[in-house]
């Protein structure tokens, strides 16, 4: 796996290049340090130290009251946290796989993101759920999917990816301290990439999209893995004299689109890239948003590049085949810019 | 107790009386005839300790120290119910005073209660949380789950199953493959079926089992066996129960029983028993006067609350 990030910490803060897991376990660690009623819970999450690593050594230094193994039990995970939040807490849940979400669904659904509003705001759930996204592992159908637009869809939620360790700290960091409940998407395909952190200590608000390559043809937007897609695609097409701007939209709700709308103005072409199934996925969303408020600045159409509709395959062929890569990125670019060069 | 009691059956029938008369919209789903179990139950809880409740929820509600006519306004969809009017009957929370809310999802409340006790021993703050469902949530995988991680998180929570016969018009003996009661060497607790419509058998065995979750010693499991006298939701008129049962248990009516082994043992006597009704009356017209009075929500209540 390539490892690069792209240069997203301020040059003259030190930085060290530290994986992805990493950034992830000096973001609890340090917000359990903060305040004492951040815990964390989940399968595996103590003495296994989670299954890729992210909570390794915190049981050691931070017991078993505060880093909770749970049994195999994801409703009862979603709705413990539900209840410790409710009552003052500020639990991050953990799910091993985002695909087992689905178990939980009815303690993340219609209680975690419908408490508050059905109690006419008399509640407070700062609850974060961590879960592992995302296909490229070989895990095959159900360890490997993309649920993001399940959760976007949902009034209550917020939804937040990130692409690189520097942004999986800082977002994971301000999701623990949101009073709302956050869904917080890593993809386990990028846990061991590398990429630069400031020693300091860092925040980066929800709702906020990064550019991670600027541009002047045309308007990439996406998040996660596929943003270093994106950029490889990118590199690819510079070589064509291509000049693409990436977009890692990086909270998908709430949607930054104002950044969105901005760099579309500026290429007046967008393709959207997302690895869940293309149909009524969350790049649909962000392809109808730029439409509906960015018509006029469109020379072409929104074009999107997405994953199958089918689950995840096992056998490594099948399942490159059926997600988005740099290839087929680069494609859409060409198609998208056709005609208006 | 006489009084909770008497505060939730007059609550529900003059909520009946308000929706016949079209003044309400949406479920009502009667607690009348289990009176005992919540009242028994929440009597011997300390102030600050949690509960979770039912959409059967309007007497956990009471019974918790809710405001009547804070209640009876959000059945009546105003602003100055417990929720604005965003709830409803089936989502009455009074978080503060540690009702953590009715629950439109059966079984959905077990979970919550293990994570509010979860708190409760992370914080070391000595509180109880009690998680109040139905027999119908028996047979949820919500239950289990949630019965057994608070068995092996050892936390102070604990599950009381109000039996009350049907889950809508499914016989408990029937969506059940053990009683709910009979469960707790299953999960590692302590459990016990009990007389549901008995307010001081209640209390009794409540109080064991919350000052043992307080103790630190762990989740137990009550079954009350009680009996809803009223259909599923007020537009129940299917006929699935014959007379006879139901006459059955009219005669062991939580309230009726009170007053006999009260006015039996002289702790009270016909005036203090009417006193209190009194009491009750005129807190339930107040209760009413004030939803009739208070205002409807404006439109631009719809997307506030959703986030902090």
């Known amino acids: 796996m390539a490892v690069t990030s792209a240069p997203d910490a301020p040059a003259q803060a030190a930085t060290r290049q530290i994986f992805m897991s990493q950034a992830l376990h000096e973001a609890l660690d340090e917000e359990m340090a903060r305040d004492p009623n951040v815990f964390v819970m989940g399968e595996e999450v103590g003495i296994w130290g989670g299954a890729y690593n992210v909570t390794a050594g915190l049981l050691e230094k931070w017991g078993e009251a505060r880093i909770i193994d749970t049994p195999i039990s994801e409703a009862a995970i979603g709705g413990a946290a539900v209840g410790a939040a409710v009552t003052g807490c500020r639990p991050v849940a953990e799910f091993m796989y985002s695909d087992f979400m689905g178990i939980a669904m009815d303690q993340i659904v219609n209680q975690a993101a419908k408490n508050r509003y059905m109690f006419g705001g008399a509640a407070k759930l700062p609850i974060t759920y961590r879960a592992p996204f995302g296909a490229g592992t070989g895990n095959a159908a159900q360890h490997t999917q993309s649920l993001e637009a399940w959760f976007a869809h949902v009034p209550g939620l917020k939804v937040v990816t990130c692409s690189s360790p520097h942004d999986a700290k800082g977002l994971l960091k301000s999701s623990i301290r949101e009073d709302n409940v956050v869904v917080f998407f890593e993809h386990k395909a990028i846990y061991s990439m590398r990429g630069p952190v400031p020693e300091d200590e860092y925040t980066i608000p929800l709702g906020l999209a990064d550019v991670k390559r600027e541009g002047s043809d045309v308007s990439v937007v996406t998040y996660a893995r596929q943003v270093h897609y994106a950029l490889e695609a990118a590199e690819q097409l510079a070589g064509e004299g291509i000049d693409v701007e990436v977009v890692d939209v990086r909270t998908l709700y709430p949607l930054d689109v104002d950044t969105i709308l901005a760099s579309v103005n500026k290429t007046n072409h967008a393709v959207v890239v997302y690895e869940a199934a293309r149909f009524g996925g969350f790049g649909a969303e962000i392809a109808s948003q730029i439409q509906e408020h960015g018509f006029d600045d469109l020379d072409a159409p929104v074009l999107r590049v997405a994953g199958s509709h089918s689950p995840i395959p096992f056998s490594e062929p099948l399942e490159k085949g059926a997600i988005p890569d740099p290839e087929r990125i680069a494609a859409a670019i060409r198609e998208s810019l056709q005609g208006s060069r | ?308």
């Not at chain 2, 469902?133 to 949630?146: L, Q, R, Y």
């Not at chain 2, 699935?240 to 039996?264: S, T």
């Not at chain 2, 009491?279 to 929500?297: D, L």
Request: charged share 25%.
């Open chain 2, 1 to 308: 107790m006489y009084r909770t009691m008497r505060r939730i059956r007059r609550f529900e029938e003059t909520a009946e009386v308000a929706y016949r008369a079209a003044k309400m919209r949406g479920a009502l789903h009667f607690y009348i005839g289990e009176e005992a179990s919540a009242t028994g139950v929440c009597a011997a809880l300390n102030e600050g300790d949690f509960i979770t409740s039912t959409h059967r929820g309007h007497g956990h509600c009471i019974a918790k120290g809710a405001r009547l006519d804070k209640m009876m306004a959000e059945l009546y969809g105003r602003t100055t119910g417990y929720c604005g009017g965003k709830g409803g009957s089936m989502h009455i929370a009074d978080v503060a005073s540690g009702n953590l809310g009715a629950n439109g999802i059966v079984g959905a409340g077990v979970p919550i209660a293990v994570g509010a006790a979860l708190g409760s021993k992370l914080r070391n703050d000595g509180k109880v949380t009690v998680c109040f469902f139905g027999d119908a949530a028996g047979p949820t995988g919500a239950f289990h789950e949630g019965v057994n991680m608070g068995s092996v998180l050892n936390v102070p929570v604990v599950f009381v199953c109000e039996n009350n016969q049907y889950g809508m018009a499914t016989h408990t003996e029937y969506a059940n493959a053990a009683p709910v009661g009979d469960r707790g060497p299953a999960y590692g607790m302590p459990s016990e079926r009990i007389d549901g419509n008995d307010v001081f058998e209640v209390y009794a065995r409540a109080k064991v089992a919350i000052d043992r979750a307080r103790n630190g010693e762990g989740p137990t499991l009550i079954e009350t066996i009680t009996y809803r006298q009223k259909g599923h939701t007020i537009h129940d008129s299917k006929g699935y129960r014959d007379e006879e049962e139901i006459a059955k248990w009219i005669a062991r009516d939580p309230i009726e029983r009170f007053k006999r082994v009260a006015l039996e043992a002289k702790a009270l006597t016909d005036e203090d028993l009417q006193a209190i009704d009194d009491e009750v009356e005129e807190a339930i017209t107040q209760a009413e006067e004030f939803a009739e009075a208070s205002p409807w929500p404006t439109l631009d209540a719809i997307e506030q609350d959703v986030y902090v």
